[in-house]
């Protein structure tokens, strides 16, 4: 029977734990707030007192923290999962972190004989609850095949992309994506409210020809109805393409197109809209058109 | 019988023009270029010398050219279509150009007792040749209904948008997106190969998810494929950009991303790229991150 550690019990840890206990498998949690473990516990789940001691107790490890210094502390750290993991196990990090610390990562584990797996996540919240995430991952086809039906308890669209670091290269790249469409819809609809056309009208038009986007019609939709609550969260966005613009600044890369983005999201930020909608980038549009100079 | 008018036959004018012909609708036709005309006329057309005489002799009178100062002089400038109108006739404008410059046309024409339709098309020469434009239409609704008909004959979706001007608004917002779309791709794409990571699985898992498009699907193969014969030119989609950042400017809003991308595309302009697909966009980036300092 193969023991199972799970470091990171947010509100995306503590579902796709919650999975993994429900179909019967034996795990080992542990969090930095012990009131996370303790609700995990009472679920079934062994409580550990660190990253090392999930390590020690467990085959395979998963973790879910929020971004790359967590994820290093956790593995590299005091007390962290190198201090404690046997060779012949496998840590499975399905944290959004860097693509390129990822790499370094992996060596480093592989140096103690330990596999690793990237497996960055999207869908948020309600696919962590429903178990429908999509799974990106990065890594050696046979260890994506081996830890395939702990994904499956996890997700639905499971995707080995490359090697090590690829999976978190890809959700970087979706997240580049994403940000941008919002942008082009955003810019598109603002446009159309201020040259008098409505903008409803103009979203069903364009759907049916080459703007159409996944975007378009789910985010167009929202900022038309002026529904900003999360759904995904401006901070958690700015986190992606904080990742895309430091991976890009490592690898000899510009992405003008991407920091524009970031740099709206900060004007909303700005407006108080850290936990609005990514979405919501079009109020800073707004106060770009609408904001008035004081006397 | 409604004797029809047809001014601009170019790339696009000429193939919709005929598909009114070969219905069996007798058009009369005018082009700056006599070559264009007399290849109409040799399938059936009438021949005119002005667009001053095509007015004349017509009730309905289309408009194909290539830009706000080309449909301007058409209907105002000397011979145009303003001194040839009677009162009663309809000017449908199939051309691209300003939203802001149509409602003022639109305007004038009211006054002297024409109607006016803005129906801006998008879907490219190959739409015009197969008739399947899509057809972004702004005026009356009474009005779209009775040229429907002749707008069936060149395109499948046809859509009233709204009041006069709000066809090109559609048509403007339509190409924010797919340049900022077109953007989106071409950043991630690009972030992913210099990753090390493979652009084409990381294509095929983002079109399952939240960054699906048509653009990604379509473009991004392109991108892929290296395949940058047009398709859609730089040089149109600079065009209808520069409408966009125009009418911003005109409308006192700011459209930063739509902006940046122009200056992408000015980029691949730098490099002989003018006739290139719109999708070469990433040539631009490619430059950016690729160009060395020479000493």
Chains 1, 2 share one sequence.
Not at 148 to 169: A, C, H, R, W
Not at 263 to 279: K, M, R, T, W, Y
Request: charged letters at 20%.
């Amino acid at each position: 029977m193969t023991n199972l550690g799970f470091i990171g019990l947010g509100i995306m840890g503590k579902p796709m734990a919650s999975h993994l206990l429900v179909a019967g498998h034996t795990v080992h949690v542990y969090d930095v707030v012990s009131e996370a473990v303790q609700e995990l516990a009472s679920k079934g789940a062994v409580a550990c007192s660190s990253s090392k001691e999930v390590a020690q107790k467990s085959d395979v490890i998963f973790i879910m923290v929020p971004d790359t210094p967590d994820v290093e502390a956790v593995l590299f750290g005091k007390d962290g999962v190198a201090e404690g993991i046997k060779a012949g196990s496998i840590v499975v990090d399905m944290s959004s972190i860097s693509p390129i610390a990822t790499k370094g990562f992996a060596k480093k584990l592989d140096a103690m004989g330990v596999k690793m797996l990237d497996a960055p996540v999207s869908g948020g919240q309600v696919g962590a609850e429903k178990a429908t995430l999509s799974i990106m991952v990065g890594g050696q086809p046979e260890v994506c095949e081996q830890i395939k039906p702990y994904f499956e308890l996890m997700g639905k669209n499971i995707v080995l992309i490359g090697g090590n670091g690829d999976g978190q290269t890809c959700k970087v790249a979706n997240q580049i994506v994403v940000a941008l469409t919002i942008e082009a819809v955003s810019e598109a609809l603002l446009f159309t409210s201020k040259a008098g056309a409505d903008p409803a009208k103009v979203r069903e038009a364009l759907l049916g020809g080459w703007a159409q986007s996944r975007i378009l019609d789910l985010h167009g939709g929202r900022i038309l109805e002026r529904k900003f609550a999360p759904g995904f969260r401006i901070r958690h966005q700015q986190k992606d393409l904080n990742l895309a613009l430091q991976s890009a600044r490592s690898l000899g890369l510009s992405l003008p197109g991407t920091a524009i983005a970031q740099e709206l999201f900060n004007a909303v930020v700005a407006q108080g809209g850290i936990d609005l909608d990514h979405s919501a980038m079009v109020l800073a549009l707004e106060a770009l058109a609408n904001h008035k100079v004081s006397e």
